[in-house]
């Protein structure tokens, strides 16, 4: 009876899977005349239903069987769209109907939960025909060039990388620093897009929301230039705080995924001054008029500086061990500050690769929050040389989060 509703189950799933495809392809053809249609609901139903047949006899081990209704399957479609693709060159509806063929035979062989996800995944990339040519017509040169880069670096060389310690001090795991690079760039690279969607349209909040998803340095800068120039909206000390609070969130997910151990304590140091820098940017942001303002800094997906940040974090993963036994953790601490001085990124990444008996969870987050603080001594400074005495509000807004941070500081440091 348990293998009877297993069964049942996987079948189901495909019939499901089908159904659902065949409902969207049965939808966008119902102008076409009546018999002219080579597939339509019950046609994708029914191969949802030889798809989960195929799988579920191909399981049982017959796999000669199981081969022929795919293979019978596909050559009636071949068959039947042949014609057709030749007076109208477009073959989405029969990779459709492949595709539905293959999602059934993957319920079919037992993952009908995976099957029925892309079925999903289907409709969807169906349904949003006009939507998806609609994004690519307004793509140029530089946005393919972008996409390119990062699948390079997120999909192109990670699965091939050993997952497992090497070199000095046995401080290098090639699939962890990779991973480490796609993480930092595709922050980049969805501000990136969010900026090419959304970024002219919504003036400078979304350029400081966006913008400092990757580099709210960049972001404090380019606002400050402009509001110490003529053509400032109004909207760019309010841009400057809030570009500083997602830094925080951002520094806060990193941290999560690349140092679990330290999340707690970390949390609990920025805490503080993330509200701070929320609260100064809806304030600014409340008495900011609405403006169209400049872009995001451009497109940060480069190779070379992800290979350079690659170098950079496996240099100090090997300086953090032998400082480990070197000097200890207080030695680790003050590695750790003087690295996130010079980028927070790479701070957070060692401070992950460190064994927790290298320095306390406690001690390395009140590292990570003074190399916060240092970054944030440079966005000050930076406000204060380009928007000058226009930006009083914007390095006032700077401050409460700095007085915050170094008032968490001070007592994490008592506590310890």
């Given at each position: 009876?348990?293998?009877?509703?297993?069964?049942?189950?996987?079948?189901?799933?495909?019939?499901?899977?089908?159904?659902?495809?065949?409902?969207?392809?049965?939808?966008?053809?119902?102008?076409?005349?009546?018999?002219?249609?080579?597939?339509?609901?019950?046609?994708?139903?029914?191969?949802?239903?030889?798809?989960?047949?195929?799988?579920?006899?191909?399981?049982?081990?017959?796999?000669?069987?199981?081969?022929?209704?795919?293979?019978?399957?596909?050559?009636?479609?071949?068959?039947?769209?042949?014609?057709?693709?030749?007076?109208?060159?477009?073959?989405?509806?029969?990779?459709?109907?492949?595709?539905?063929?293959?999602?059934?035979?993957?319920?079919?062989?037992?993952?009908?939960?995976?099957?029925?996800?892309?079925a999903a995944v289907a409709v969807l990339v169906l349904?949003?025909?006009?939507?998806?040519?609609?994004?690519?017509?307004?793509?140029?040169?530089?946005?393919?060039?972008?996409?390119?880069?990062?699948?390079?670096?997120?999909?192109?060389?990670?699965?091939?990388?050993?997952?497992?310690?090497?070199?000095?001090?046995?401080?290098?795991?090639?699939?962890?620093?990779?991973?480490?690079?796609?993480?930092?760039?595709g922050f980049s690279f969805m501000a990136y897009v969010?900026?090419?969607?959304?970024?002219?349209?919504?003036?400078?909040?979304?350029?400081?929301?966006?913008?400092?998803?990757?580099?709210?340095?960049?972001?404090?800068?380019?606002?400050?230039?402009?509001?110490?120039?003529?053509?400032?909206?109004?909207?760019?000390?309010?841009?400057?705080?809030?570009?500083?609070?997602?830094?925080?969130?951002?520094?806060?997910?990193?941290?999560?995924?690349?140092?679990?151990?330290i999340l707690p304590s970390f949390v609990l140091v920025?805490?503080?001054?993330?509200?701070?820098?929320?609260?100064?940017?809806?304030?600014?942001?409340?008495?900011?008029?609405?403006?169209?303002?400049?872009?995001?800094?451009?497109?940060?997906?480069?190779?070379?500086?992800?290979?350079?940040?690659?170098?950079?974090?496996?240099?100090?993963?090997?300086?953090?061990?032998?400082?480990?036994?070197?000097?200890?953790?207080?030695?680790?601490?003050?590695?750790?500050?003087?690295?996130?001085?010079?980028?927070?990124?790479?701070?957070?990444?060692?401070?992950?690769?460190?064994?927790?008996?290298?320095?306390?969870?406690?001690?390395?987050?009140?590292?990570?929050?003074?190399?916060?603080?240092?970054?944030?001594?440079?966005?000050?400074?930076?406000?204060?040389?380009?928007?000058?005495?226009?930006?009083?509000?914007?390095?006032?807004?700077?401050?409460?989060?700095?007085?915050?941070?170094?008032?968490?500081?001070?007592?994490?440091?008592?506590?310890?």
């Amino acid at each position: 009876m348990i293998n009877w509703a297993d069964e049942a189950l996987r079948i189901g799933a495909a019939v499901a899977a089908g159904l659902l495809i065949g409902i969207e392809r049965g939808w966008t053809q119902r102008g076409q005349r009546a018999g002219t249609r080579v597939a339509g609901v019950r046609t994708f139903t029914l191969l949802g239903l030889a798809g989960g047949l195929g799988g579920l006899l191909g399981a049982k081990g017959q796999t000669l069987v199981a081969g022929c209704i795919a293979a019978s399957a596909a050559a009636l479609l071949v068959a039947g769209y042949f014609k057709r693709l030749q007076e109208k060159p477009d073959a989405t509806t029969p990779v459709a109907a492949l595709a539905t063929l293959a999602v059934g035979f993957l319920a079919g062989s037992g993952s009908a939960g995976l099957a029925v996800s892309a079925a999903a995944v289907a409709v969807l990339v169906l349904a949003m025909r006009d939507e998806l040519h609609g994004f690519v017509a307004k793509l140029d040169e530089h946005d393919v060039k972008a996409l390119a880069r990062f699948a390079v670096i997120a999909l192109g060389v990670l699965p091939f990388l050993p997952n497992e310690p090497m070199g000095p001090y046995g401080a290098w795991n090639p699939w962890k620093l990779w991973w480490v690079v796609v993480l930092v760039t595709g922050f980049s690279f969805m501000a990136y897009v969010a900026n090419r969607l959304f970024g002219a349209r919504r003036g400078t909040i979304s350029t400081a929301l966006i913008g400092g998803a990757y580099s709210s340095t960049a972001v404090t800068q380019s606002l400050a230039q402009r509001l110490g120039s003529n053509e400032a909206g109004g909207a760019e000390a309010a841009g400057i705080a809030l570009a500083t609070a997602v830094m925080y969130l951002r520094v806060i997910v990193l941290v999560a995924f690349l140092a679990p151990r330290i999340l707690p304590s970390f949390v609990l140091v920025v805490l503080g001054p993330l509200l701070a820098a929320w609260a100064a940017g809806w304030w600014l942001y409340r008495k900011a008029p609405k403006c169209e303002g400049p872009s995001p800094p451009g497109n940060p997906i480069a190779l070379l500086p992800a290979l350079g940040f690659l170098l950079f974090v496996a240099a100090a993963a090997v300086v953090a061990r032998w400082a480990e036994g070197r000097f200890g953790e207080q030695g680790i601490a003050v590695l750790l500050l003087i690295m996130g001085s010079m980028d927070v990124d790479a701070a957070i990444v060692t401070a992950g690769g460190l064994p927790s008996q290298a320095i306390a969870a406690e001690l390395a987050a009140l590292a990570l929050g003074g190399t916060i603080l240092a970054n944030m001594f440079v966005k000050l400074g930076v406000t204060l040389a380009y928007a000058r005495g226009k930006g009083l509000a914007a390095a006032l807004a700077l401050g409460a989060s700095m007085v915050a941070l170094t008032a968490s500081l001070v007592v994490g440091w008592l506590r310890l």
